[in-house]
């Protein structure tokens, strides 16, 4: 059995096998995050993603953010799996569980490591669309204007 | 020499994932700028880098036998 609490993996994951890495006695609470492939993003209809990972940092700073959840949650366990390659709509890409002797601190602790993943482990996708592909992150994206200058919003106070 | 890893777009833009510099002793700040002017990799200005597996600063020293990565911004989850 697998027993790596944190780790990227090119397989499908398993949510079940996920939940008996943190199952023990002293639990009241499992919560469970799976984060899937959505098929529309502002309208713009994904085929597939990719995922792309500095294996064996990312690794880490999952462990990291392990040891982070359990210092702010004492009484906590927590694993995640994040897959990585080719993943269709609806396939999972992440999974967090964290158990927990009471629910709020395993509801918490869950939300704050996808937050985390999301702003520090070097994990990176690419999202293929009908007419194209782009890296996600990339700032060509993030600051790309459809009009081709910024447009400015009436009714917010810019100073 | 000092191996530079590259992920993502920036991969894409270098064509390789490996680049090898002579840069022992630079700083972070001095390898960002070189990979910006001389390899034409517009995106390391928004990029981290790590050194052996950990973020760095761009005061940070490289030095040969480091294993050193271009971070863009990630987009996992």
Same mark, same amino acid.
């Given at each position: 059995?697998?027993?790596?609490?944190?780790?990227?993996?090119?397989? $499908?994951?398993?949510? #079940? !096998?996920?939940?008996?890495?943190?199952?023990?006695?002293? %639990?009241?609470?499992? =919560?469970?995050?799976?984060?899937?492939?959505?098929?529309?993003?502002?309208?713009?209809? =994904?085929?597939? /993603?990719?995922?792309? %990972?500095?294996?064996?940092?990312?690794?880490?700073? /999952?462990?990291?953010?392990?040891?982070?959840?359990?210092?702010?949650?004492?009484?906590?366990?927590?694993?995640?799996? &994040?897959?990585?390659?080719? @993943?269709?709509?609806? !396939?999972?890409?992440?999974?967090?569980?964290?158990?927990?002797? &009471?629910?709020?601190? %395993?509801? #918490?602790?869950?939300?704050?490591?996808?937050?985390?993943?999301?702003?520090?482990?070097? *994990?990176?996708?690419? !999202?293929?669309?009908?007419?194209?592909?782009?890296?996600?992150?990339? #700032? /060509?994206?993030?600051?790309?204007? $459809?009009? +081709?200058?910024?447009? *400015?919003?009436?009714?917010?106070?810019?100073? | 020499?000092?191996?530079? @890893?590259?992920?993502?777009?920036?991969?894409?833009?270098?064509?390789?994932?490996?680049? @090898?510099?002579?840069?022992?002793?630079?700083?972070?700040?001095?390898?960002?700028?070189? @990979?910006?002017?001389?390899? #034409?990799? /517009?995106?390391?200005?928004?990029?981290?880098?790590?050194?052996?597996?950990?973020? %760095?600063?761009?005061?940070?020293?490289? &030095?040969?036998?480091?294993?050193?990565?271009?971070? $863009? $911004?990630?987009? +996992?989850?």
């Amino acid at each position: 059995m697998n027993e790596k609490l944190f780790e990227v993996v090119e397989k $499908p994951i398993s949510v #079940q !096998e996920m939940i008996k890495k943190v199952e023990r006695r002293e %639990a009241g609470a499992i =919560t469970t995050f799976i984060g899937t492939v959505r098929e529309f993003t502002k309208g713009k209809r =994904t085929i597939y /993603l990719e995922y792309q %990972a500095y294996i064996p940092m990312a690794e880490k700073m /999952l462990a990291k953010i392990g040891e982070e959840v359990r210092r702010n949650w004492p009484h906590t366990e927590i694993a995640i799996s &994040h897959r990585i390659g080719k @993943l269709d709509i609806s !396939e999972s890409a992440v999974v967090i569980v964290v158990s927990s002797p &009471h629910r709020k601190a %395993a509801y #918490q602790a869950n939300e704050y490591a996808i937050e985390r993943i999301k702003e520090m482990v070097p *994990i990176w996708k690419k !999202e293929r669309w009908e007419d194209g592909e782009e890296w996600v992150g990339n #700032q /060509l994206e993030n600051i790309s204007y $459809p009009t +081709g200058k910024p447009e *400015i919003k009436e009714g917010i106070n810019n100073d | 020499m000092i191996e530079i @890893l590259l992920f993502a777009q920036l991969q894409e833009d270098a064509g390789t994932d490996k680049l @090898l510099i002579d840069g022992d002793g630079w700083t972070v700040k001095k390898l960002k700028n070189q @990979l910006i002017t001389q390899y #034409q990799l /517009l995106q390391v200005e928004q990029s981290m880098v790590a050194i052996n597996e950990a973020y %760095a600063l761009d005061s940070d020293e490289i &030095h040969s036998g480091d294993i050193v990565a271009i971070i $863009p $911004p990630v987009s +996992g989850g």
